[in-house]
């Protein structure tokens, strides 16, 4: 929320980056979903959703969608060759078994241990965890995609989350409008800035202690 | 195929809709395939509607959106408890889960599959390691296996479990269609009923056995689906572009 376009797929272009050849990946709703358009097509990757695809596609130009052909957002997808239909047990045996080698999703609050938060806010609004749990404990990398403050301007990446959990130490790097930082033995690393953003802002817009990297890019 | 003898089932199982919906009843444990209301059965859904069926305790992966699927079921009041993992696109659900008309129970996804299956598979319940260090694990009982700690998560089984299919036969053995497989097998083992709604039935015979996903040993009844009667969620986004 309150992103533009352009600043949402700066971050979906980051992301991207980190999937790498033949790998297994579950992408969430939201910007986590533009990371699709970046992922070069002849990477072999393997795209897993909830609902029970592997392999999946993009889009399916208008007019050919089918209802019975979704991602776990409800929107038409297609295939890729390989590809294969299965229930939901299979879906999560997949997840649980450690075979998704990236998860990319979004959240409320991650802190410097890693720690997210991104399926409740009490008494106000209370969505569920859908996969969330399952993607965040049992992947072997967790990337989140967020604003780096919520709507008033506070830190989202902070000391301690205040929010029930989604996983604990489960987060390896966070990537949101203003930066690129590592998750690493229990600290922040800050790896790049986002254009047009300075060290200074990422510090200063940070809740947790962040740690400067070595060579500290910006990423275009 | 291989050779099939012509001897057969002696039951058939399909019924009407209407002889469909006397099997349900206020107060009952109902389980709904479908993920976001994809796979979801329209015409079992409508009928329960229609016939007044009310206090239901629902299990389904979610409430899909509220005027698809289950989430049907919640913006007519008939559920007043529910178990499911996501229930963020039916703000409805939300409404009455804040105001107490629904009591909500969230469990994680994979673990609710899991449950279901477990249920259908006649097991008393799984281990689970999967929510330990969040609210998930509060007030459940745990056990140590090979110096593992897990979770004991009882299996979840339903008065009655309504599916869709994309054809069955005769004797109920069930294939689906691609996305529209998700909870639907898992859901049609865990009944006490398990009623399919179909889109194309055919005579016991007709299917490849080495293709049939569920049983027809798991599904009592089976009944001629109608197709979907709501729009979907891109459609409505496409009709106002």
Excluded at chain 1, 87 to 109: K, M, P
Excluded at chain 1, 155 to 182: F, R, S, W
Excluded at chain 2, 31 to 59: E, H, R, S, T
Aim: with cysteine; aromatic share 6%.
């Amino acid at each position: 929320m309150g992103l533009g376009t352009e600043t949402r797929h700066q971050i979906a272009r980051r992301a991207a980056l980190e999937i790498q050849r033949g790998m297994i990946v579950n992408l969430g709703i939201g910007i986590p979903t533009l990371v699709a358009d970046y992922i070069p097509g002849n990477y072999g990757v393997m795209l897993h959703t909830e609902n029970g695809i592997l392999g999946m596609g993009g889009s399916p130009p208008p007019g050919k969608e089918d209802g019975n052909l979704s991602n776990a957002g409800g929107y038409p997808v297609t295939l890729i060759a390989g590809a294969s239909y299965f229930d939901s047990a299979t879906a999560f045996g997949i997840i649980r078994r450690g075979l998704l080698d990236i998860t990319v999703l979004g959240a409320l609050e991650v802190s410097e241990q890693g720690d997210i938060a991104n399926w409740i806010v009490p008494g106000k609004r209370v969505p569920g965890m859908g996969g969330a749990i399952d993607l965040a404990q049992k992947s072997k990398k967790v990337i989140v995609l967020m604003n780096h403050t919520d709507k008033e301007g506070n830190p989202k990446i902070v000391k301690e989350c205040k929010l029930p959990l989604t996983v604990k130490k489960g987060a390896h790097m966070i990537i949101t409008e203003k930066a690129v930082i590592d998750i690493a033995d229990e600290k922040l690393v800050l790896r790049e800035v986002m254009h047009p953003h300075s060290i200074e802002e990422v510090v200063e817009s940070t809740g947790a202690a962040l740690e400067i990297g070595n060579q500290v890019v910006s990423f275009q | 195929m291989v050779s099939q003898s012509k001897q057969g089932p002696l039951k058939i199982k399909q019924l009407s809709l209407e002889e469909a919906a006397s099997h349900f009843f206020d107060g009952m444990t109902l389980m709904v395939g479908g993920f976001g209301g994809v796979g979801a059965p329209p015409g079992l859904i409508n009928v329960m509607i229609d016939k007044q069926i009310k206090d239901i305790y629902m299990i389904s992966n979610d409430t899909g959106f509220p005027w698809i699927g289950p989430g049907k079921l919640i913006t007519e009041k008939r559920v007043s408890r529910l178990i499911a993992s996501h229930i963020g696109s039916n703000p409805e659900a939300g409404k009455q889960m804040q105001n107490g008309e629904l009591a909500v129970e969230f469990i994680p996804q994979g673990t609710l599959a899991e449950k279901i299956r477990a249920g259908g598979m006649g097991l008393g319940g799984i281990l689970v390691d999967v929510g330990f260090g969040t609210i998930v694990e509060k007030g459940k009982q745990t056990v140590e296996v090979e110096e593992k700690t897990f979770m004991v998560e009882p299996a979840l089984t339903a008065d009655v479990s309504i599916v869709y299919a994309k054809q069955a036969d005769t004797y109920g053995n069930l294939i689906y269609d691609k996305s529209a497989r998700n909870t639907n097998p898992l859901v049609a083992m865990a009944g006490n009923i398990t009623i399919a709604e179909v889109e194309e039935i055919v005579p016991a015979g007709q299917l490849d056995p080495e293709c049939v996903v569920t049983p027809g040993v798991f599904v009592d009844y089976i009944v001629q689906s109608k197709g979907v009667d709501w729009k979907w969620v891109w459609e409505l986004k496409q009709d106002t572009k």
